[in-house]
C-alpha cells in the first residue's frame, strides 16, 4: 500500500514536529526533505559545488552536527533556488514518497512539485512573531549565541528568497489544508493533521 502525505510551510512553522508525529501514528516513513538542501548547502560551505554536491549527496551528510545553524540554513534556501539542485535531488523524494507502507514528506514544494498526486496536502503555517520565538529557543537550546532580532530577520529572508524563486516557489498547493498553529500546541496541531487524514482514509 502506497500512502503519502505532503506536508509544506516556511521555516519554524512546526511542519517537521508534525509530520514526524503523523509518521509515528500511522507507521509511515518520514522524510524532512529540508535536511537534503541543508546537507547540500553545508557541502557548499566546504566549497564544493551545489549541483556537484546535490548529485553526490550521501546518507551520511544528513547526519551532520551543524545543519540547523542560521548559516546552512541561508546556505540551503541559497541552492534550493538553482533548478539543477532541486532536479537532482526529485527522483530521491518521489522514489521515498512512493515507497510501500505509506510515507510522510514535509519541506516546501512537496504537496505542488515533489507528490502533487499526495493523498493528503497539508500547508503548516505561522506568524513571523511565532516562527522565529520557536526557532530562537530552539538554536539557543543547543548553545547558539544570537539574538530574536537575528532570527526573525533570518526567517524573513529565507521566506523571501523561496516565495520568490523561479523554481518550485514556497506556496499552498490549490488542494492543501492549511494549518496554522500559531496558536495551538504540538498536541492541538496533531490532531488537526490526523483528523485530516483519518478523513482522507475514510474516504
Do not use: N, W
Request: proline fraction near 3%.
Amino acid at each position: 500500500m502506497t500512502f503519502t502525505i505532503a506536508i509544506d510551510g516556511p521555516a519554524a512553522a512546526g511542519k517537521g514536529t508534525v509530520g514526524r508525529l503523523l509518521a509515528a501514528r500511522f507507521g509511515f516513513a518520514h522524510l524532512d526533505t529540508g535536511l537534503l538542501y541543508r546537507a547540500t548547502g553545508r557541502r557548499t560551505l566546504d566549497g564544493i559545488d551545489a549541483v556537484e554536491a546535490a548529485r553526490t549527496l550521501e546518507r551520511a551528510d544528513l547526519e551532520a552536527p551543524d545543519l540547523r545553524t542560521p548559516e546552512v540554513g541561508q546556505a540551503a534556501s541559497r541552492v534550493a533556488a538553482i533548478p539543477e539542485v532541486r532536479q537532482a535531488l526529485i527522483d530521491f523524494q518521489r522514489a521515498f514518497a512512493s515507497r510501500s507502507g505509506g510515507a510522510v514528506l514535509d519541506g516546501r514544494d512537496i504537496g505542488t512539485v515533489i507528490c502533487p498526486e499526495a493523498e493528503v496536502k497539508l500547508y503548516v503555517t505561522a506568524t513571523d512573531d511565532v516562527r522565529a520565538a520557536r526557532r530562537l529557543t530552539e538554536l539557543t537550546g543547543v548553545g547558539h549565541d544570537i539574538t530574536y532580532q537575528e532570527v526573525l530577520q533570518d526567517l524573513r529572508l529565507r521566506d523571501a528568497r523561496d516565495s520568490a524563486r523561479s523554481a518550485a516557489p514556497l506556496k499552498p498547493a490549490e488542494d492543501a489544508i492549511l494549518l496554522d498553529t500559531s496558536l495551538l500546541t504540538i498536541e492541538q496541531a496533531v490532531a488537526a493533521a490526523i483528523a485530516e487524514v483519518e478523513r482522507v482514509q475514510r474516504g
